[in-house]
Each structure stands twice: as structure tokens, then as C-alpha cells.
């Protein structure tokens, strides 16, 4: 098994724009060395612009797609990312209780870059109480980090970012990464929180535009890193810088949103092979 790269199965939605997804994760997961294995969990309507409509695939054939794979193959992380409908969240975390000892990378995607709802209430409830309690590191932005712990029976309750960490620890995660992209600071500040407070701090330019995708790559690569066998602190940090690049040599294919380029290390090394050969 020497030659053969690390291993990662994601649990995804997928996206004809490939900006986002299941696509997004396969790509990013290559372009960190490892080899992806891809759970389709709906098939999605959307562009760079937004998601229009969404079906969830039967949670029997998510559960079969997951298990035939994981059978044949030693899966060395999981990546969650949408997850259609609260039967399909309670499938996968039947299948992922199984394997208690591989690192799961979950991102909760509750809404669109656009804002289009795409998780209920009950579907927030089932990862609360399902997912969460099996999760090693989730990656919410702020706006997914405030409505998972929100007291919708107190109107006051308004709670700063460390608070959330810690009320979403108590849930059974290991670690969260809240992200600062949506919070209207001159950088983009990530937290990363662990069961003694904060972990570490890093930050970065913000960069102009918008961007379809940004928090599948950053949990993606986090995922990689993981199977490749970094530490958490180090995963998350290398997954960031890695992040940060492909959206500074992101593109707009379309008349929504930048993509990220997780090839960018590709491009960048061919234009500068070229650079050399003329010279």
C-alpha cells in the first residue's frame, strides 16, 4: 500500500458549476496528494450565482454509496459538507460511527454564499444532536457558527464568537474553526478553538470579490492534511494558506462569483517553466 496517496471520502451535494460541492472537494482533495472518493447526497440547481433548487438523493442509496467504497478501500478522513435532508444526515452518521478512529472534517453549510436556505431547522436540529458529537473539527463561517448554538427562546441572546466555539465544544466536537470571512473586519480572522479556549489565531488579507466554494476548499484541505498526516494546528493552518492562494488566483467563469483555482500551483509552476524556456 506504500504507493498508493491518502485516502479521503466526502459526503456532498453536487454542483454543475463545479465551484462548489462534491466537485470542489475532489478537486481540492487531488491537489493535495491525496485521492478522493466522492458520496453524492443531492444534486443541486445552481450556478455562480446561487442554488435554485435542491434534491436530496434517498438516504438508502447515500448509505450504499458509502459502504461499498468504504469496504474496498482504507479511507484515512472524512470531509461532511451539504447534506440535503435530516434522513441523510442520520444515515451517514450511522455509517461514520463505524469508524470511530478516522478524523471527520465537517463544514455545515446551512446557506449559500447568495443566502439560499439550504438547511431547515430540523436538519440543523439532527446535526446538533447526529453529527457533531462524532466531529473533529468543524468549519463554520461566523453567520453558520451563531445560528448553530442561537437560544431562539431568548431574543437577547446575540453571543460573540468565542462564546460560540464554546457552546458548539459542548455539542462533542473536538475542535472549531470559525471563520471570519462574512464579519466586516480589514482581515479575515480565524479562530481556531480546542477544549482548553483558543488554539490559535491566524489572519488574512481580505480580497476583493466574492467567492463560490471558499469553505468547501478550506475543509477539503483540511481533510487532506489531516490523512496526510499533520497535526490539527498544522492542518489548519497549511489549509488555510492553501485556501487563501486559490482564491487570489481565483476566477470568474460566469456572471456570479469568483472560483477558487485549486490548481493554482499547477498554472503558476507551467508559467514559469514557459518564462524560462524563452529565455
Not at 203 to 210: A, H, K
Request: hydrophobic share 40%; charged share 25%; net charge negative.
Amino acid at each position: 500500500m506504500s504507493d498508493v496517496p491518502p485516502i479521503v471520502l466526502t459526503f456532498a451535494a453536487a454542483d454543475p458549476s463545479c465551484g462548489a460541492g462534491i466537485q470542489a472537494d475532489i478537486l481540492t482533495i487531488a491537489s493535495m496528494g491525496c485521492h478522493p472518493l466522492s458520496v453524492i447526497t443531492a444534486i443541486t440547481v445552481q450556478d455562480t450565482s446561487g442554488v435554485d433548487d435542491v434534491q436530496p438523493v434517498d438516504p438508502d442509496w447515500v448509505a450504499d454509496q458509502a459502504r461499498t467504497v468504504l469496504e474496498d478501500m482504507p479511507v484515512a478522513a472524512f470531509k461532511i459538507g451539504l447534506l440535503g435532508s435530516v434522513e441523510n444526515i442520520a444515515v451517514i452518521a450511522e455509517v461514520i460511527s463505524d469508524y470511530p478512529d478516522i478524523p471527520l472534517v465537517f463544514d455545515p453549510v446551512l446557506a449559500s454564499g447568495r443566502g439560499d436556505e439550504l438547511a431547515n431547522e430540523d436538519m440543523v436540529d439532527a446535526m446538533r444532536e447526529l453529527l457533531l458529537p462524532q466531529t473533529t473539527i468543524l468549519t463554520p463561517n461566523s453567520m453558520e457558527a451563531r445560528r448553530l448554538v442561537l437560544d431562539e427562546d431568548n431574543e437577547q441572546d446575540d453571543p460573540e464568537l468565542s462564546e460560540c466555539a464554546k457552546r458548539i465544544l459542548r455539542l462533542g466536537c473536538e475542535y472549531v474553526l470559525i471563520t471570519g470571512t462574512h464579519e466586516h473586519t480589514p482581515k479575515v480572522v480565524n479562530n481556531l478553538y480546542g477544549e482548553r479556549g483558543l488554539v490559535r489565531s491566524d489572519n488574512w488579507p481580505r480580497l476583493p470579490g466574492i467567492y463560490h466554494g471558499s469553505g468547501c476548499t478550506l475543509a477539503a484541505a483540511i481533510a487532506a492534511l489531516l490523512a496526510n498526516g499533520l497535526s490539527m494546528e498544522d492542518a489548519v493552518h497549511e489549509a488555510q494558506e492553501y485556501t487563501w492562494e486559490a482564491l487570489k488566483y481565483g476566477f470568474r467563469p460566469g456572471m456570479g462569483q469568483h472560483i477558487p483555482d485549486r490548481l493554482f500551483w499547477a498554472r503558476d509552476e507551467d508559467a514559469d517553466d514557459e518564462s524560462t524556456t524563452r529565455h
